[in-house]
């Protein structure tokens, strides 16, 4: 026969007084004054804790127990006859280990027993734990879709390469960083009457030239690799030093 029927949510127990979750709590606050006294300021404490470790997150009852909410549950938190509990997840349980050692755990769940202080400084770690995970798990879910959307517009990009290079394959393209003609280069070209010889080698080669000569950063390297070209364009018989015949004129 039941002995005691609690006056909030009149459910009975075998016991007066019974912890229980009562199912008509619809907030953090109610459900600490449903608490003995002496365990609403350690609930109290908890609450604050997370409003300093989390000051993101929002207050909710979920499985009839405070939760602390932020995307998702980052804890639970309840109170026992002889404990409080939290429920932070197997995942903070496991890092947390080799500091839980006095404390009784099961998976995602700690237990502190009221006759041993709280570790306050221990759950605001776990809840900044928590936070952590989540932007985590988060950027992570971000990168995977960023990589399949990467994929796909790779994908479809390459099939529309390569319908652009069947219309182009025939066409000659110049891969080479392009450079333009110095005012020095084009003078000693016109000075020497080798324009002709200049142009008549193939494109890349005219590029290369101007490219090799404008790169050296010394004026007297310049000079010599101009002196070099214009020999080169007036022998016919080498590219940069390379055996080359070049066409006649």
């Avoid at 003995?36 to 609450?47: A, T």
């Avoid at 903070?92 to 006095?102: I, Q, S, V």
């Avoid at 700690?110 to 221990?122: G, R, T, V």
């Avoid at 990009?157 to 069947?166: C, I, P, T, Y």
Wanted: hydrophobic share 35%; with cysteine.
């Amino acid at each position: 026969m039941a002995s005691w029927q609690c006056p909030n949510c009149m459910r009975e127990f075998k016991n007066k007084n019974q912890n229980h979750y009562c199912s008509n709590i619809e907030t953090v606050e109610h459900y600490i004054t449903q608490q003995p006294k002496e365990v609403q300021p350690l609930l109290d404490k908890i609450r604050n804790v997370a409003a300093t470790a989390a000051p993101h997150s929002e207050e909710r009852i979920s499985y009839k127990m405070p939760a602390i909410w932020q995307g998702e549950v980052l804890l639970h938190f309840a109170a026992f006859k002889k404990h409080i509990s939290i429920f932070p997840g197997a995942e903070a349980t496991a890092f947390f280990a080799d500091r839980l050692g006095d404390f009784k755990t099961n998976k995602g769940t700690i237990q502190f027993p009221l006759n041993k202080a709280i570790p306050y400084e221990l759950i605001d770690e776990i809840l900044r734990f928590r936070i952590a995970s989540l932007q985590r798990d988060a950027q992570k879910s971000a990168n995977k879709s960023n990589t399949a959307s990467n994929k796909k517009n790779i994908g479809k990009q390459n099939a529309q390469s390569r319908e652009k290079d069947k219309d182009i394959s025939a066409k000659p393209r110049m891969t080479r960083s392009v450079h333009e003609i110095p005012d020095f280069v084009a003078a000693a070209l016109e000075e020497s009457g080798l324009w002709g010889n200049y142009n008549a080698r193939p494109p890349y080669q005219r590029n290369d030239y101007i490219g090799w000569i404008s790169n050296a950063k010394r004026e007297e390297t310049r000079k010599k690799r101009l002196s070099q070209m214009l020999g080169e364009l007036q022998r016919g018989d080498a590219y940069m030093g390379m055996g080359y015949k070049a066409k006649t004129i």
